[in-house]
């Protein structure tokens, strides 16, 4: 059998060394994207922002409040409920979410709040910051909700 020449072997060296350059690329996670989750068909115009977005396998819910006459039962389960469809419209669920921030127009609704919002979340809730809004919550709104989730 004829040995290769220099060239050829180089050649062949640096084939392989394409291959498997190509290779370990094919095999590395893909850089994450930005997407925006929308109810429906794309907005005509830009948005001020928009309800759910993720980058990569986490996923942003915007606040969603409650914005008609109701004590903070109601308007804590409606926010829930509204959460919870945008969760599950990008393809997550309650029991994806991470993190929670809830906002309070009035601090003194912190109990009954918590009588609404324990178990939606599963066995294991997320990490929970509350607060009470200084000025309230727009759209009077007694309760405003965003998360972060997981894909």
């Known amino acids: 059998m004829k040995k290769p020449s220099n060239t050829r072997r180089n050649l062949i060296t640096a084939a392989a060394g394409l291959a498997g350059a190509a290779a370990a690329q ?37 606040g969603k409040g409650a914005h008609f006459p109701g004590d903070i039962k109601a308007h804590t389960k409606h926010v829930l409920d509204e959460v919870e469809k945008e969760l599950v419209n990008a393809g997550s669920s309650m029991e994806k979410v991470l993190k929670c921030n809830v906002y309070l127009h009035d601090l003194n609704d912190y109990a009954g709040m918590n009588e609404v919002f324990r178990g939606r979340f599963g066995e294991e809730p997320p990490v929970r910051t509350t607060i009470a809004a200084y000025g309230g919550i727009p759209g009077n709104s007694l309760v405003e909700i965003d998360v972060i989730a997981y894909i």
């Open 26 to 62: 094919a095999q590395s996670p893909a850089k994450p994207e930005k997407k925006v989750h929308y109810k429906g068909a794309k907005p005509e115009k830009t948005p001020l922002f928009n309800g759910a977005v993720s980058y990569g396998n986490l996923l942003f819910i915007a």
